[in-house]
T-cell receptor, first 117, second 111 residues
Framework: DTGVSQDPRHKITKRGQNVTFRCDPI?????LYWYRQTLGQGPEFLTY????????KSRLLSDRFSAERPKGSFSTLEIQRTEQGDSAMYLC???????????????FGPGTRLLVL | RKEVEQDPGPFNVPEGATVAFNCTYS??????FFWYRQDCRKEPKLLMS???SGNEDGRFTAQLNRASQYISLLIRDSKLSDSATYLC????????????FGSGTRLSIRP
């Protein structure tokens, strides 16, 4: 399967613990996005990388959240000192930036479902 | 007011029916528009892009009305497998943070 993969698929943690999620994008894709989705809502943008550079971060992304994409391939999203409100599905998407200036198609991974107790 | 609004549904229609959803957006600077489909506890998958002239893909037709700032999705001859949540997406090319998903419209097709 050459699609976007995420690991782990599920994570249960206690409040105050740190968690780290991994995303492996489609290999030739240079853009990588992280989203958060809660029940009954659409995905909310968190942050975005073009190659290894983190170009944008949402105001939703508190200082407890950090993301990296060190070699421009896989990415990690870390949440420190988790809170119950962090419980959500964390989705990763990747895309290939084109030259036409149009918004390219994003391909989503299966997500990591986080439950903070 | 949300930047992208959708009727949450659920729409419950019989197999073979035609169903239509609208999605309104508030930012007139929006440039690209998409419909995604999301099955329960799965990731969103692109259904179709929405072009200014309208576009059709099999039983699915998407329309864009820039003047009234809405996009629509029409599903003809609905199948049981069309049951899902349909998310509209509105973007501005200048900023990834301007990729805005609606909350989705739930569709349930009954036999």
């Amino acid at each position: 399967d050459t699609g976007v993969s995420q690991d782990p698929r599920h994570k249960i943690t206690k409040r105050g613990q740190n968690v780290t999620f991994r995303c492996d994008p489609i290999s030739e894709h240079n853009r990588l996005y992280w989203y958060r989705q809660t029940l009954g809502q659409g995905p909310e943008f968190l942050t975005y990388f073009q190659n290894e550079a983190q170009l944008e971060k949402s105001r939703l992304l508190s200082d407890r959240f950090s993301a990296e994409r060190p070699k421009g391939s896989f990415s990690t999203l870390e949440i420190q000192r988790t809170e119950q409100g962090d419980s959500a599905m964390y989705l990763c998407a990747s895309s290939l930036a084109g030259t036409s200036g149009n918004q390219e198609t994003q391909y989503f991974g299966p997500g990591t479902r986080l439950l903070v107790l | 007011r949300k930047e992208v609004e959708q009727d949450p549904g659920p729409f419950n229609v019989p197999e073979g029916a035609t169903v239509a959803f609208n999605c309104t957006y508030s930012n007139s600077a929006s440039q690209s528009f998409f419909w995604y489909r999301q099955d329960c506890r799965k990731e969103p998958k692109l259904l179709m892009s929405v072009y200014s002239s309208g576009n059709e893909d099999g039983r699915f037709t998407a329309q864009l009305n820039r003047a009234s700032q809405y996009i629509s999705l029409l599903i003809r001859d609905s199948k049981l497998s069309d049951s899902a949540t349909y998310l509209c997406v509105v973007t501005q090319h200048s900023s990834a943070s301007k990729i805005i998903f609606g909350s989705g419209t739930r569709l349930s097709i009954r036999p």
